[in-house]
């Protein structure tokens, strides 16, 4: 199937990832979004809903669990001793997937704008759970499903973002 026809959903109430082909449904991944809820406003930690599309894929070829500081590898691998060194860290690791809202005034432009929040799909420590919201606005995922994931993803492709 053509990558042109692929999709995701996020269902914000099931704390659930879609990755469709068509209509066909290719993958379901369990997910943790925001803690504080839904919402575009900047510096909310809410996750953004709408239409987005992938901006970025960051971390070819990085191992599972690299740490990403700023969207780049800082050269560490997740382990205990590192989150015992670094408690209060908000742990971004394996890939990202950046994401850009596309509808202006929305989720794109001013201070409701996605990009510039820095919103991505990403991984986190296997100990955070999942199917509960914790995060600080972007979407977590297992660090093997978003291996998964990533491969099966391209720049641009759309993603919406729903209750």
Known sequence: MSVANKKI???IS?????LYSGQ??????????????????SHSGKTPLGQHKIRLKIGHNCPSGTVFVGRRPTGEVYSAQLAADYPDRDWILTRI??????????????EVDTLRRY??????????????ALSHGCIRMRNRDLLALFEQVEVNMPVLITL
């Open 119 to 132: 919103i991505y799909i990403h991984g986190c420590p296997d100990s955070e759970p999942m199917g509960i």
């Open 9 to 11: 959903i996020i269902h």
């Open 97 to 110: 997937i950046w994401l850009t809202g596309c509808e202006s005034g929305f989720n794109r432009g001013g």
């Open 24 to 41: 066909q449904l290719l993958s379901r991944y369990t997910i943790s979004s925001a803690l504080n809820g839904t919402g575009q406003q």
């Open 14 to 18: 099931r704390q659930q990832l879609d």
